[in-house]
């Protein structure tokens, strides 16, 4: 996780400025079934290909994250989970630990951290269902309600996750066959459509993405409009869609603005792409947000980047002061207090 790893509440351990939004729990002991999980990547892929099922993969920190063993007490460490799990699913657990006496005990560490880089794993625990061959069909997270209720969602996934897999390879394998004109026209639109009613973790949203992102650059102001709400709004917009919803909504008037800002704070890496990032926030907070919840997260950031990699005292200050406006009389008030005053000196 880089220095400017985004604010992701209750699954990540951040800097010293994170907030704690419930202290980790003891390591869960391990369950008797423990042995059923692989700690090998490729080893399970080979397991899974052999057995002829899917893959559930769970991205844990075992010794440092709360929600991981939480999720491990609750769910992992039953019988009634697993026995219904194992029907369809090969079971692994990649761990990436904190203590050194655990990570001596990873297989390889190495090949975790590719798997984590290739599936967009940005907080933990990040629980993926996928093929053999590395197709994600499903995401899922810790959630209350104990093991039975964690293999339904799980099995419906499989179910649903499949059929939409379908519907991708299908929607892709027609916008290779067809030609420039209305047949194509048609195909994007369909792909529009079906991005719209789509989240940015739902299975095949990138390639739904792809083609719609041809609508963009469309002569139908309708459907150049219905494509960046819908590629925005899926966490799935280039530069150029980018530079259209800004051209399309100003002044913030139909929230595009702002989902652009938040999307450009996801993908801060380095100075430059943070300092870029908090002009924008300037420029945003001037126009007027529409999103509180995504306004407290983007402040926080600004907040916690300006203090930390970008060592820049007054514009942590001023991002601090405007975090405590903005969350003054809510529940989270309290939960900043102690960051923001440390901030201040």
């Known amino acids: 996780m ?15 400025l994170a907030a704690q ?7 869960a002991a391990p369950a008797k079934s423990n042995h059923v999980w692989f700690a090998d990547f490729d080893k399970a892929v080979e397991a899974a290909t052999a057995q002829k099922k899917d893959l559930l993969v769970d991205f844990t920190g075992s010794d440092w994250c ?12 039953h019988d009634a989970f697993l026995q219904s799990a194992q029907k369809s699913f090969v079971l ?14 990873v297989p390889n560490p190495k090949r975790n951290q590719e798997l984590a880089q290739k599936y967009g794993v940005q907080g933990y625990p990040t629980v993926l269902l996928m093929t053999p061959a590395g197709d994600v069909f499903g995401k899922s997270g810790y959630a209350p309600g104990g093991p039975e209720k ?12 499949k059929r939409r897999m379908a519907e991708v390879a299908s ?13 194509r026209d048609a195909v994007v639109a369909t792909a529009v459509t079906m991005l719209a009613g789509m989240t940015g973790e739902d299975v095949g949203v990138d390639k739904v993405a792809e083609i719609a992102k041809n609508a963009v650059a469309s002569t139908d102001a309708a459907i150049v409009e219905q494509a960046v709400n819908a590629l925005v709004k899926a966490g799935q917009a280039d530069a150029a869609t980018q530079a259209k919803a800004l051209e399309l909504d100003p002044k913030n008037e139909k929230g595009l603005y702002e989902m652009i800002v938040k999307a450009k704070m996801t993908s801060v890496q380095d100075d ?8 924008d926030l300037d420029k945003l907070v001037a126009l007027g947000i529409k999103n509180k919840e995504a306004l407290t997260e983007m402040l926080f950031n600004a907040m916690r980047w300006a203090k930390g ?7 942590a200050k001023k991002w601090a002061t405007a975090l405590e406006k903005h969350v003054e009389g809510t529940p989270e008030a309290q939960k900043y207090a102690d960051m923001i005053k440390q901030v201040r000196g």
């Open 150 to 161: 964690y293999a339904e969602v799980i099995n419906g996934m499989l179910e649903t996750g």
């Open 171 to 183: 929607l892709t394998g027609s916008f290779t066959k067809v030609k420039e004109g209305k047949e």
């Open 272 to 279: 430059d792409s943070a300092k870029a990032f908090l002009g």
């Open 21 to 27: 939004v419930d202290a980790a729990p003891a390591p």
């Open 2 to 16: 880089n220095n400017f790893s985004p604010l992701i509440l209750g699954l990540l351990t951040l800097s010293p």
């Open 92 to 105: 692994v657990a990649l761990d990436f630990p904190n203590a050194e006496e655990i990570k001596a005990k």
């Open 66 to 77: 709360g929600w991981c063993i939480k999720l491990h007490e609750e769910v992992f460490a």
């Open 309 to 315: 990699p970008l060592k820049d005292e007054d514009a």
